[in-house]
């Protein structure tokens, strides 16, 4: 199928990108259309106007400040997979990237695409919920931090208003006790997941602490298990794999029976990725 026809602006600026929102107020921004373009085709969408923010400058760019990575909206999944700045400071998030589609929607595809559409099933607001990280926005009345914890609101839902622009996430930068692990079941490498686990904890001794486990596909949003993080944090996998307090509805890949298994499957996987020691 062909989309409905809709108009084309490329703003060079965020403030006249805002003010576009403000006047067509069925608008959609672009960023690396590996999402959007699909509803449109599908006609599950059909706005009037699509508001490209490709020529907006300074939001492809990722930055160690105060202690955290900054990852501007525009960087694209490709750009951050290869940055050896992410491999390092980014661990988690370096090592979800190569599960999101191929190649080509990876080369397109930016960052804050990813986390402005907010699909249950995708793996970055996993891990920046499991990091406990935080979006940057940009509305009619200037600049908003919102905490990943207030930012996935339901299915495809966030805490965006409808004139703002994402412009950046902030995740902490890793340090020498930073632990992470994830892992996902898809039908093929590069589907969406049936089940996933983005997750993070601080080494401890000979154990782990702050133990954060982010799991998606399992709900409307990407779902902390809290009752399976203490037991974690306890060192007890099988403890947590009993607690784990997630409750999936079926959808068309699979029972919510099923997912639950799954869930506690990846824990195990998981778990064994936060007690070794990491590079
Ligand atoms: C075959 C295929 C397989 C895929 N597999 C996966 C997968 O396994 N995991 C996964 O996570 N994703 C997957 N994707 C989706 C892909 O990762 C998209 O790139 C991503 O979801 C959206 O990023 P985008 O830059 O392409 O956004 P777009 O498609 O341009 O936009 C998506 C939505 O977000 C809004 N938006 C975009 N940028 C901003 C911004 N800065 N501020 C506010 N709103 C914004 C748009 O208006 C639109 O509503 C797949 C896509 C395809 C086609």
């Known amino acids: 199928m062909k989309p409905a026809p809709f108009a084309y602006k490329k703003p060079r600026s965020l403030e006249e990108a805002v003010a576009l929102l403000g006047e067509h107020k069925d608008a959609r921004l672009l960023a690396g259309g590996q999402s959007l373009i699909a509803t449109l085709n599908m006609r599950l969408s059909a706005p009037s106007l699509l508001i490209d923010i490709n020529g907006i400058s300074g939001l492809d760019q990722i930055a160690h400040k105060g202690g955290m990575v900054e990852i501007g909206a525009l960087v694209r999944h490709a750009q951050a997979e290869h940055s050896d700045m992410m491999h390092k400071l980014a661990p988690l998030i370096a090592r979800a990237l190569p599960h999101i589609g191929h190649p080509a929607i990876r080369n397109r595809g930016t960052l804050g695409g990813s986390i402005a559409f907010a699909d249950p ?86 154990g782990i602490a702050d133990v954060k486990l982010s799991f998606f596909g399992v709900g409307s949003t990407p779902t902390r298990a809290k009752k399976a993080e203490a037991a974690l944090a306890s060192g007890n996998v099988d403890a947590a794999v009993a607690a784990l307090d997630l409750d999936p509805h079926d959808d068309v890949q699979a029972t919510g029976a099923v997912k639950k298994h799954l869930a506690g499957v990846l824990l195990c996987r998981v778990a064994k990725q936060l007690m070794e020691a990491q590079p």
């Open 121 to 206: 099933a995708a793996e970055l607001p996993a891990c920046l919920m499991a990091l406990d990280g935080e979006v940057e926005t940009s509305g009619p009345k200037g600049k908003r931090t919102i905490k990943a914890t207030d930012f996935f609101k339901g299915l495809f839902e966030t805490a965006l208003g409808p004139q703002d622009i994402l412009t950046a996430i902030r995740i902490p930068a890793a340090t020498k006790d930073t632990r992470t692990g994830f892992a996902e079941l898809a039908r093929r490498h590069g589907d969406y997941a049936i089940v996933g686990l983005a997750a993070s904890a601080r080494a401890d001794g000979k």
